[in-house]
């Protein structure tokens, strides 16, 4: 307990809950000071959640909630979870009537808050608007070409590299759920031992009725396992 009070900017003690190292040194050996979210204590380095380094910064402007404790910001609360998106650059939740302009279908790929896409323009007057994204904000376009081409709708995910989890053990598919932000999800994939092959054999039953998720975070998990499932073949 005492080890949480003094977390914030470096404490020596304070360990991430992703790599379970401390500010000191995070997953590639550097410092970087963990994100503590205000009503759980999960502690996390940003890098671990693999957040970008604009969108660590931005996080860090204000108190911070983990992905299990996230509320809307704007009514501060966090029922209607479906409904709920969550800012890619700034990674608040807004529920979709909550934010402004309403929004009215469910963005499939990157979501970018009115707030943020303000800030952005401001930071940045040469960003561009995606055409394809309407009222959302093509946050890759500055650093690479529109990555919206969604496979599954309700994805949020940041689909960088895909790693190949053919070989993958039980906990190397744990820790990979536990790292992209689904901590609590991550046991239940422990406790009923998937490991990579199982995981590419894995159907959209499964993934949705079969692991008792609750719906929202099971979309996105199946989101993720679809491009695990395209990335690598189960070895036959
Ligand atoms: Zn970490
Ligand atoms: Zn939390
Ligand atoms: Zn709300
Ligand atoms: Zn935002
Ligand atoms: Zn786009």
């Known amino acids: 307990?005492?080890?949480?009070?003094?977390?914030?900017?470096?404490?020596?003690?304070?360990l991430c809950d992703y790599c379970l190292?401390?500010?000191s040194c995070n997953r590639k050996g550097a410092q970087e000071d963990l994100l503590i979210c205000t009503d759980c204590q999960a502690k996390?380095?940003?890098?671990?959640?693999?957040y970008s380094?604009?969108?660590?910064r931005r996080a860090r402007r204000s108190p911070w909630q983990c992905i299990d404790c996230k509320t809307c910001c704007l009514c501060e609360d966090a029922g209607d979870p479906d409904a709920?998106?969550?800012?890619?650059?700034?990674?608040?939740g807004y529920h979709m009537s909550c934010h402004s302009p309403v929004i009215e279908d469910k963005p499939t790929g990157k979501w970018v808050c009115s707030?943020?896409?303000?800030?952005?323009?401001a930071d940045a007057p040469e960003t561009t608007f995606c055409g394809s994204c309407v009222l959302m904000?093509?946050?890759?376009?500055?650093?690479?070409?529109?990555?919206?081409?969604?496979?599954?709708?309700?994805?949020?995910?940041?689909?960088t590299d895909v790693p190949n989890a053919a070989d993958w053990s039980i906990d190397e598919v744990a820790q990979y759920f536990s790292n992209i932000g689904f901590?609590?999800?991550?046991?239940?994939?422990?406790?009923?031992?998937?490991?990579?092959r199982s995981l590419l054999l894995l159907k959209r039953s499964d993934v949705l009725t079969g692991l008792s998720f609750k719906l929202g975070p099971a979309l996105k998990i199946y989101s993720h396992v679809q491009q695990l499932q395209l990335r690598g073949q189960p070895v036959q």
């Open 84 to 92: 709920m998106l969550f800012c890619d650059a700034c990674d608040k």
């Open 53 to 56: 380094s604009d969108l660590a």
């Open 44 to 50: 996390a380095h940003p890098s671990c959640m693999d």
């Open 21 to 23: 190292q401390t500010a």
């Open 1 to 14: 307990m005492e080890e949480e009070e003094e977390g914030k900017g470096g404490g020596e003690r304070v």
């Open 115 to 121: 707030r943020c896409c303000q800030e952005i323009e």
């Open 137 to 159: 904000f093509c946050y890759r376009l500055r650093t690479g070409g529109c990555i919206d081409s969604p496979s599954v709708s309700g994805s949020s995910s940041w689909v």
């Open 183 to 196: 901590i609590h999800q991550s046991e239940i994939f422990r406790e009923q031992e998937i490991d990579g």
